[in-house]
């Protein structure tokens, strides 16, 4: 399992930084957003530190499916059947954790295109 020393989310991973985790499974871990953008906002990570989705598709077929699959048991254990799913991918998308990541959205009226 690789690892970076400086990445918060492998700290959220590991429990070194306490993090509100509410689903793990043997590749990825789920929990909640710090600033939650709607009622559910989960960030569902690969165990393995990869700076984004691409690097963690390429690395790991299974593990990216996994996190989709985890996302989906999120969303249905808060009683969500609809909700986005975001892989921000580089820093003028929005991402700023370089660490992958799959954001859950659910509970509000989401619009489209996104902002
Ligand atoms: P990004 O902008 O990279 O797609 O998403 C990073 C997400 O991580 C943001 O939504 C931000 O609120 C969340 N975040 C940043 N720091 C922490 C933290 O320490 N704990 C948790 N749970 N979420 C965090
Ligand atoms: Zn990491």
């Given amino acids: 399992m690789t690892a970076d020393t400086d990445c918060l989310f492998c700290k959220i991973v ?36 990869l700076p984004n989705a691409a690097a963690l598709a390429e690395a790991d077929p299974v593990a990216t499916a996994e996190l989709v699959t985890a996302a989906k048991a999120v969303a249905a254990a808060e009683g969500y059947d609809d909700y986005r799913l975001v892989f921000n991918t580089g820093a003028d998308a929005g991402q700023t954790v370089f660490h992958a990541h799959l954001h859950v959205l659910a509970g509000r009226g989401q619009t489209w295109p996104p902002g």
Avoid at 26 to 47: G, K, M, S, W, Y
């Fill in 14 to 49: 590991t429990g070194e930084i306490p993090g509100d985790v509410v689903h793990r499974t043997e590749r990825t871990v789920a929990f909640r957003d710090i600033n939650p953008q709607a009622p559910l906002h989960v960030l569902v990570v690969p165990r393995e530190h």
